[in-house]
């Protein structure tokens, strides 16, 4: 199982990034994948998942309405579109999936991808 993130980098207050994570080496259509960050000096959180059925989604309250997350099954990937990004959300983002677990709770994940830093900065 692999995940591989990318599209993180540096943007002012106001700004946007899309993040990407590539999945391979699983069914990944079987798999809830979440995106989390963790910010110098704080734990990891969950921002946004996607769950494997019924792509149901989950955001965490700061980002509702500036952060949205998409399933492309034909690509074996994720994407997490930001805007309006604001210096709180200055964090490494992470990928992971899970076959079981759909909450946003990080350690019940099994497999994640190597983080993609994003700040934001004037």
């Known amino acids: 199982v692999q995940l591989q993130a990318s599209g993180g980098g540096l943007v002012q207050p106001g700004g946007s990034l899309n993040l990407s994570c590539v999945a391979s080496?699983?069914?990944?259509?079987?798999?809830?994948i979440g995106w989390f960050r963790q910010a110098p000096g704080k734990g990891r959180e969950g921002v946004a998942v996607?769950?494997?059925?019924?792509?149901?989604?989950f955001y965490k309250d700061s980002v509702k309405g500036r952060f949205t997350m998409s399933r492309d099954y034909a690509k074996n990937a994720v994407h997490l579109e930001m805007t309006n990004l604001k210096v709180e959300d200055t964090a490494v983002y992470y990928c992971?999936?899970?076959?079981?677990?759909?909450?946003?709770?990080?350690?019940?994940?099994?497999?994640w991808g190597q983080g993609t830093l994003v700040t934001v900065s004037s």
């Open positions: 992971a999936a899970d076959p079981v677990y759909e909450g946003d709770y990080a350690p019940h994940y099994s497999y």
């Open positions: 080496g699983f069914a990944f259509a079987n798999f809830a």
């Open positions: 996607l769950s494997k059925s019924d792509p149901s989604k």
